[in-house]
């Protein structure tokens, strides 16, 4: 049973450029939610995703977008990159209705902006 | 912003001690999962305790919970250098459970043999 798996692993960008992560969420799970994580920090909350819309968003800008596909995979889009953008962008998948259970993380996509 | 806020920020230990790791919230909530993270990857599901638990084992792993003081604390026994990693523990953001979840900064836990 594969668990979440997240391409690229790895991605330089210039800055002002557009780029796009994509997730595929463990099998069985309905929810997949996208966080940032600076060096040295804890994951930042950027939104999450149920039935193909946004159901959560955290503190980020519009410049950061996504989708949810009907087969529930997640596309991450960042507009407009900034230096500030580089991090490693986790993907995390969940069951809407599984209350106590964790959630699982993929193994991540270390975005450079240079 | 930071929900929780975990407290060592870094723990050296040697193989076979104890290692315990705090972490306290600010907001009401329905559970608390503690996270491992190693060197940079994606993170893996230690435990989850429910608002109404006190107290939670799995393997070498105790949880606490104390939602009086809004804190929770993880105990991880007779510690292997294979627990080198970062802990995290998160809480969900408003209070329901299955949304988003919030994590502190984590501890960073360095275990040599």
């Known amino acids: 049973d594969a668990g979440v798996t997240q391409s690229p692993t790895h991605l330089i960008k210039t800055r002002g450029q557009q780029v796009t992560l994509r997730c595929s969420p463990k099998?069985?799970?309905?929810?997949v939610s996208w966080y940032q994580q600076a060096l040295g920090q804890g994951p930042q909350f950027i939104f999450q995703y149920y039935e193909e819309e946004e159901r959560q968003r955290g503190n980020f800008p519009d410049r950061f977008s996504g989708h949810q596909f009907p087969n529930y995979s997640s596309e991450l889009n960042v507009n407009a990159l900034l230096l500030g953008d580089s991090a490693l962008y986790l993907c995390?998948?969940?069951?809407?209705?599984?209350?106590?259970?964790?959630?699982?993380f993929g193994s991540g996509t270390r975005l450079t902006v240079v | 912003s930071q929900q929780g806020e975990e407290d060592p920020q870094a723990l050296s230990i040697q193989e076979g001690e104890n290692a315990t790791m705090n972490c306290s919230y600010k907001?009401?909530?329905?559970?608390l999962q503690w996270y491992r993270q190693n060197s940079g990857r994606g993170l893996v599901h230690l435990i989850l305790?429910?608002?109404?638990?006190r107290e939670k084992h799995s393997g070498r792993l105790r949880v606490t919970l104390d939602t009086s003081k809004k804190s929770s604390s993880l105990l991880i026994t007779a510690s292997r250098a294979a627990d080198t990693a970062s802990y995290f523990c998160a809480t969900d953001a408003f209070g329901q459970a299955g949304t988003a979840l919030i994590f502190g900064k984590g501890t960073t836990l360095s275990v040599s043999s």
């Open positions: 099998s069985g799970h309905d929810t």
């Open positions: 305790i429910r608002s109404n638990e």
């Open positions: 995390a998948s969940s069951l809407s209705w599984g209350l106590d259970y964790g959630y699982t």
């Open positions: 907001t009401s909530i329905n559970n």
